[in-house]
């Protein structure tokens, strides 16, 4: 009888934040179409900065932990964390009240930069950890990277539906992706 291989210590870290990431952009989706909170310019890249950063917490799982794939990562956590400090040093003026919805009472942009700061932080211990660079094949874990998956399908149509094929507009009121080709199909 074969014993069940446990992961390591590093499959499971990669795992947990793959897990994290899945909850963050599932919670920004939750919002945009429950509250109809549609993303701004800022919101879309601080998500593609999760999804960035997803992206090679997925690579490691499926292909084994590399240095690689840690570096790109906290290059993109340091993007999402410029990116999202940068919208809330837009909102800090006296009688601002912020853009968008709040979860307890802090902007989901101030929850981002937190999210990247964490991010850069547990990438580093993982860095720490020894791995034998072996995949994870644990059920568990191709679960929470199809999640991703579709939450990265799912983001690349919102964004194509928010902002089109141009630029997105500061304070979006509509799906404005769609209104270009609902016009585009109807000439």
Known sequence: MSKLALPSLSSIGNITLLLVINLVLTLAFMDQFYNHDLPC???VLQRTGFTL????????????AHSSHYGFAILFC?????????QVLL???????????????????????????????SIAVLLIIPDQGTRSRHWFAQFVCF???????????????VCGLGACADNPQSYQGIDQLRQWLLK
């Open 78 to 86: 340091v993007l999402g964390l410029s990116v999202s400090l940068r």
């Open 41 to 43: 310019p800022l919101c």
């Open 91 to 121: 909102h800090v003026a006296p009688g601002d009240l912020g853009y968008g919805d709040t979860f307890f009472r802090i902007h989901f942009y101030t929850w981002a930069f937190v999210g990247f700061v964490s991010l850069l932080v």
């Open 53 to 64: 950063i997803g992206l090679m917490f997925l690579l490691n799982i499926r292909s084994g």
């Open 147 to 161: 999640w991703f998956v579709l939450l990265l399908i799912g983001n690349l149509i919102s964004t194509l539906s």
